[in-house]
């Protein structure tokens, strides 16, 4: 019966859904953006994780990616996804919660998202567009500490 409750009480994260919320692709420029170019594009890839609970063990977090492709002042292409999944947590101890659902989550979610935004350039008629690996225990940490200045309280000069 010991081995029963230990696995009854052991930490699990499961996924119980993915889905794709939104999804946008822009290619103003076609089909003249699509003609060989002397240069590369410059890219600008933003990132945003979000978590909502559900129930008390069940969270729906969001990984939000948007690519955008500029060359001079002109958008060549622009790419925006919301990915999502929903989580079942339990067993974790309450000060695991938050970096679960920023860092582990998310790093679940990545490389479906990713793949998403591969296809969506290359299906727009320009080669994939790979997102290198996102560290999102640094993105968390950052998070933190912006968080944390924001809730400091600045003294009063007399």
């Given at each position: 019966m010991a081995d029963d409750n230990e696995q009854a009480s052991a930490p699990s994260l499961n996924i119980l859904a993915q889905y794709t919320k939104d999804l946008s692709f822009e290619n103003p420029g076609a089909p003249r953006s699509l003609q060989s170019r002397d240069k590369a594009p410059a890219i600008n890839i933003s990132v945003n994780v979000n978590a909502n609970p559900l129930s008390e063990n069940d969270f729906d977090v969001v990984l939000?990616?948007?690519a955008e492709a500029r060359e001079d002042d002109k958008i060549v292409?622009?790419?925006e996804l919301v990915y999502g999944g929903v989580f079942r947590i339990t067993g974790f101890p309450q000060e695991h919660m938050l970096?679960?659902?920023?860092?582990?989550?998310?790093?679940?979610?990545?490389?479906?998202?990713?793949?998403?935004i591969s296809?969506?350039?290359?299906?727009?008629?320009?080669?994939?567009?790979?997102?290198?690996?996102?560290?999102f225990g640094q993105m968390f940490s950052q998070r933190m500490a912006e968080e944390q200045t924001k809730?400091?309280?600045?003294?009063?000069?007399s």
């Open positions: 939000s990616l948007s292409f622009a790419a970096p679960l659902l920023f860092i582990e989550c998310p790093r679940l979610l990545f490389p479906f998202a990713r793949q998403i296809d969506v350039t290359r299906n727009g008629g320009f080669p994939p567009l790979m997102i290198d690996p996102i560290d809730s400091q309280v600045q003294p009063l000069n």
